[in-house]
């Protein structure tokens, strides 16, 4: 919360990866699209009138 982080949890390792967020995020919106090679997070920035969207490298 408040920390401008995002996290995702891989399950067949048990492993956390926190993301930074590029810029202050107030998230009330978050979408997954799966129809990439790897899922893709959008999420809508209330506090900069801005879309994020985050993709894993790995």
Known sequence: M????VARL????DELVQYL????TN???A???NRTKQPT?????NLGAAI???EPLE
């Open 52 to 54: 994020i969207k985050i």
């Open 2 to 5: 408040t920390n401008d982080h």
């Open 27 to 29: 998230i009330r919106r």
């Open 21 to 24: 967020l590029p810029r202050t």
């Open 10 to 13: 891989k399950t067949k390792s």
């Open 31 to 33: 979408n997954i699209d």
């Open 41 to 45: 997070l959008w999420i809508g920035n």
